[in-house]
């Protein structure tokens, strides 16, 4: 069975997992105070080239979103996110459950844009009873977004100009970050996420790690006591030593970039068998998440011999289905499923 | 100056105020165990028609709904609501702050019908991934709506077969009920409300109360230990006779009716002025509240001798405006808004 | 049957309830808006003689608790309190349903001592793996507290400077501050409270009014958006006029404070007649509530004529009991009691 | 230097971490899902021998506490709990966060007792104003405790007895299960405790895994949805297997216990040299954790060469200090230990 169902199902790249069995029987500091810990924050610093940046470990995406939102947020406060958002659709009101109101946009292809994020913060202000709302409190954007697309630099330099002029944070979901940053079309480099932002994470589970995702504030905005806070959450590893040392691995040679990469690459060779085949895209994906729409029975024929991803009904008989690359994905599968489609 | 601009701008009753003094220097006991909340629960019931009501008595609307939504809803479930809905917008986040998700459906004239809350619920259910996702846990509704509208017999009974199918419960929010009953164009009675629900309130604070909501639970079906959730939310008052007796007089003498009924005939008069100046309505609400598109400039004018409510901008020019009237508006008034429009 | 059981058995002062009555059908902006509101702030901020502060009126105790505290605390602070505090025990767990923890210390007949306070805070610092715990975030305590007892101005005193030195704030719990304040043992005033912490509150509910605490913010200090708080906990009256007025009342023409001393009289009237026939006190309380130890028989056989409240089991053949006067309590009431005891 | 300061200074386990090392490269299904979790699944389930068990995959002890806490109780509802409980004082308040109050009893030793559970509730049900308090709902220990003692079977069968009396789930924090198991004297095994409660989890984090937790619900008695309620927490990792894999090896021939027996044959050995150098021990404790009294000077000497974890104030000039074995300890670094006393 050929696996294209999502950018989870390897364990860790080789080398990651090579570190990890190097360092095992070391005796070393708890919570992530050890030396790799140490080592990968100053690696990820230098890669952000952000000398005013905090970097802390956390595990998956849900608990860094949570962990974030929670942290930055006042009470009255709620977070703007595309009503596609991964926070707002798929964390079972994890945000919800620290007790904050998403503000949901409707979406262009996963994203929202500077005016309209904009047209909601004057709209909210310029109502008479706003005291009775919940007030915008910071706006989260994923980079790539749900539907793999992605943020051209102006876009998010005006998102980042509106933030700032209503003094809330931006907060970029980089789940997918490598997956972004290496598309052929992006023109962001992560010394650019990191300026245009005041705190995002480099996700690791997805780009090579067994699990961990790195937040970065940029801005010395740290929110106060955060490893309290962390801890309270109960997302704070006894061993850091697991996401301290799979960072470590993931920002030395490059390695992070290179396996992005590598799934771009592969991205762009399924892309072009589906073209190919002349499969119809539901939209145009410029990174590892390829959307195409199949009729139903093509879907369950094709699911005999390959695995991916049901994403939403498209009509009474077709389905929008996802295929997926990640850094593990080996170029002779891309070949075996050009023979199946 | 003359005043529509919402439904609390008076105190109590007169007949309400009278029994607070009357009762005043009374020794009763607290938190709601005194013989006036007694009474007021007994004569509730009566006028419900319904055995298995438990009754409660909140001070306002907002309170209601929380503390209602959060002894429903398990954690990882969420209320439907029309996205219009007072929860939604208008409660500053009362329910996220709980800790649960607004799952918000695109309204009409403020109502959602039967069978989009089917589809939203059979397509949750239909997602792969929905273990990942909020569970609908309740529908919630307003009668009348927030535009002011209200539900025929036939689209409650529609919207309760749909819960009792997927086994939620239906909750109605009457901060305006009786404003809603005593509609020329409603065919629902309060026992229909008490039998088509599963918990709803009667507002006192909108219709002849100080303040004060009377929660009923229809169907012998009151969360375990509601009055400590009740104290837990700070929302037990000590001298609970605040409540208890100020119900106890709206229900005597079919009072709340009657004083509703006031309500709606200056509702339908305020209308014919409205009409007759040939004033364009926003929509069609056979409730104490009603919505007209002013141009702006008319707007300011207007404001010089009588207080109305901006609801929203409705163009560049134009915006929506909201008439309301309530048990206490006087027949002069209207007459004397006749003259000024 | 005599009741003294606590104070909260009658409505409110005839002054108080008069003033509702003269403006009830006064049209009034809602959400404490109103011109009484307005009045009652500049009333309450001049006999605080605190040009500093911000008054706003909340309904009942518990409420006031919770929303001050979850106003005021990070989310990995916590409260400290004596383990007797109202929070502690007798709130439904209403401060952890924010979120927060409540940091008990051993109470001395209710109080805590500003030595103590300090010495949890250092030794908390200390602790090397004080991460992972709860923040000392404020102060709490009651005046006067649950066994009725009052600080003197040098230990408030001392209380404040510890607070100030660690930069957390002081909240003083006033729900029967009138009481306290007109004890005869009192060394401490209105303007003294106001200066001596930062942030308490004026309790109504136990002291001439139907419902309401007067929460004043002594130093500037309110937190951001606070109306929006209060509307998220269910705590904003539409008809804020229905406190406003009524603290209006309370502090004309001295009421508060002359109607707070009635009751200390009372209560001195009740002390020499239970010491006069020989019971034996608890402890020794200054204010409105007095704590006698009874045979469980002579309890039972007085209940019969006189209601009060059994406050805890002294041994297998003793109790506790709380007999309360309050505002309301008549001169003949004690003198028949007299003849019971 | 010599590292005695905890028991989660290593990786994992040699067996554990091949094990990663083997199933790295397969394509496995996400959220626990795979094949490995089904394997450990059903392998704990046979050694716990529970039929009705249902077996979940956290990654830490704060995690597992907090997930599972907030599962079982309803909103007025707190966990009795020794004071010094890890949920009491170490875990950031992350209890409390999700809104439920620890109810804590005065510890012996770390444990608490049957008959003292039992006091509390009966008096919390005998108190008339139980109704405005927080409902015992559920009782938390720890086995071993924090100060590394057990429970003995018949204690264990106690306190269970009082759970089922009043109906309230007993859950064991096994976050050092292995180290309890093993002890030499001990009467329990794993079927006892799995027997004797309704919810525990089999601690890795601390034997032999880099991180993770296996929670065990022993009778039928999986809370609703659990999956989404564990996402909701931000506790559901994407790469489940992580988990999957290392219990699967833990519990792979005996390889849990063996490596927990290994620990206390450590702890023996490092008894008998801290009572051999003549040490004071602070408590006796039958597990892998050690607590002795040392002079301050002493303290600072020693720490140039090896390491320990300070635990609390004895007196001005003595502190107690903990040293712990773990399935990581060498016995030659017990040899060194003993040149270094």
């Known amino acids: ?25 070391e005796s070393l500091s708890g919570y992530g105070e050890d030396v790799y810990c140490k080592s990968a924050r100053e690696k990820i610093k230098k890669a952000c080239n952000c000398e005013d ?13 949570l962990v974030i939102i929670a ?32 503000l949901a946009l409707p979406h262009h292809d996963g994203k929202i844009f500077a005016e309209e994020i904009e047209k909601y913060i004057k709209t909210f202000y310029e109502n008479d009873s706003h005291s009775h709302m919940i007030f915008p409190g910071m706006v989260y954007i994923s980079h790539p977004t749900e539907y793999g697309t992605i943020y051209s630099k102006n876009e998010l330099e005006k998102i980042y100009e509106v933030c700032k002029k209503y003094e809330i944070p931006l907060f970029i979901d980089g789940a997918r970050l490598g997956y972004g940053l290496m598309s052929k ?17 480099i996700g690791g589970t997805k ?35 697991l996401l301290g040392v799979q960072f470590d691995a993931l920002f030395s040679d490059n390695l992070y970039f290179e396996i992005s990469k590598h799934a771009i690459e592969m ?12 499969y119809r895209f539901f939209l145009e994906s410029p990174t590892n998440q390829q959307f195409v729409i199949l009729e139903n029975k093509k ?9 991916f991803c049901f994403w939403e009904k498209y009509d009474e008989n077709h389905s929008v289905v996802r295929f997926a690359t990640s850094w593990s994905t080996k170029e002779e599968d891309v070949e075996k499923l050009r023979k199946i489609l």
Chains 1, 2, 3, 4 share one sequence.
């Open 207 to 241: 780009v090579g790690a067994l699990c961990g995702e790195a937040v970065v504030f940029t801005k010395n905005n740290t929110p106060k006591n955060f490893v309290t806070r962390v801890k309270q959450h109960g997302a704070l590893l006894a061993k850091g030593r």
């Open 299 to 307: 879907m369950d024929e094709l699911r005999k011999n390959v695995s």
């Open 53 to 65: 940046a905090d970097v802390y470990f956390l595990t998956g995406g849900t608990q860094a979103n």
């Open 71 to 102: 942290s930055l947020l006042d009470s009255y406060e709620g977070v703007i996110s595309a009503d596609t958002g991964h926070i707002n659709g798929h964390e079972a009101g994890a945000v919800e459950y620290t007790g904050h109101k998403i």
């Open 185 to 201: 079309e992006s023109d962001l480099t992560l010394p650019d996420i990191a300026k245009l932002c005041d705190v995002f994470y």
């Open 1 to 25: 069975m050929l696996s294209f169902d999502c950018d989870y199902v390897a364990g860790a790249h080789t080398k990651v997992l090579q570190k990890l069995v190097e360092t095992n029987l």
């Open 267 to 278: 991205a762009e060779k399924l892309k072009s068998v589906l073209k190919e085949k002349g």
